[in-house]
């Protein structure tokens, strides 16, 4: 059985191969007529139709139409009451995130040492170098493709989370690590992933728009791919070429800078008023033992042991 996730380096889709060996170890190999689904919004149009399919904690989300669940499935918990929903099963199965499990390693307690740390979104990294923003407030920054065991570290470390990055949000929760959950870039915000999950734990998905910012060379890069495919630049002599781009880097200055402040002054009113969020004890403890339940019955279903 294959353990399937999308192949990005991003914390939430790395903790598939990380996590699931440490909780189900000598099991899983490269057999792709069998999938074990487990933490992502992978159940959408992109999943594979043929092979036999084991859930355990994924969400639905994404492109459409979202699959039918079949005799090709066999589902054991879902990320939350809106996936269920729309995959047309019941909502018994809206269990919670299969990251929720990472719960169930023990773990010894370690001294707070950050006050608020920013974990973004592993597509924010293209275009901002959003670390300058931390050193710039002071505030600990945390990178969603680092290496699985120091994410976790720093978020253990962390007293208040600021993140755009829904594992970052959930790692931090199951570890009792109060939240901001924020968003920069309306493209990349998937609303109903957030809200799946913050049904399930009983909180309300409330975002603060940190507001976007682009590099100097992404912006120009989008700028001058839409200008090529729209056959502009070829048309233009290079004097008047040289121009446009001359004019595109100013307006790009003041726009940025202008922009940029704005970020600034969102974060720190977050740092002052600290609108964070979390889950409470009971509601946590209980989803990972329903997790834990439900992982049992598929080692045992599977006549795994150990």
């Known amino acids: 059985m294959k353990i399937y996730h999308l192949k990005i380096n991003n914390f939430g889709d ?44 994924a969400g639905a989300g994404g492109k459409k139409p979202f699959p039918l669940i079949n005799e090709k499935f066999r589902l054991y918990a879902l990320r939350g009451p809106i996936s269920a929903r729309l995959l047309n099963v019941n909502t018994k199965f809206g269990i919670g995130d299969g990251a929720i499990l990472l719960k169930s390693l023990k773990y010894q307690p370690v001294h707070k040492e950050f006050t608020f740390s920013f974990m973004p979104h592993v597509a924010s990294k293209r275009f901002w170098n959003w670390k300058e923003i931390c050193d710039e407030l002071l505030i600990t920054y945390i990178d969603p493709e680092d290496k699985i065991e120091k994410i976790i570290e720093s978020i253990r470390k962390t007293q208040y989370l600021i993140t755009s990055a829904l ?14 959950h924020v968003y920069s870039y309306k493209k ?33 890069e989008k700028i001058y791919r839409e200008l090529d495919k729209n056959k502009v630049f070829p048309i233009l002599n290079p004097m008047i070429g040289n121009i446009s781009k001359k004019l595109i880097n100013s307006f790009y200055s003041f726009g ?47 006549s795994i042991t150990g």
């Open 256 to 302: 940025m800078n202008y922009n940029k402040e704005k970020v600034l002054n969102t974060f720190r009113w977050i740092v002052k008023n600290n609108p964070s969020i979390m889950s409470k004890d009971e509601d946590i403890n209980n989803i990972h033992e329903q997790l834990q339940e439900k992982l049992f019955k598929f080692k045992k279903d599977f």
């Open 167 to 180: 594992h970052g949000a959930i790692v931090a929760d199951l570890f009792r690590v109060p939240q901001i």
């Open 188 to 220: 990349w915000l998937n609303k109903i992933k957030w809200e799946d999950w913050c049904l399930s734990v009983k909180l309300k998905y409330n975002a603060v728009e940190i507001g976007p910012l682009y590099s100097r060379d992404s912006i120009n």
């Open 14 to 57: 790395a903790l598939n191969n990380w996590l699931w060996p440490k909780l189900i170890p000598n099991f899983f190999d490269n057999d792709e007529n069998n999938l074990f689904i487990g933490i992502g919004t992978v159940l959408n149009a992109w999943l594979p139709q043929t092979p036999y399919k084991i859930v355990l904690g």
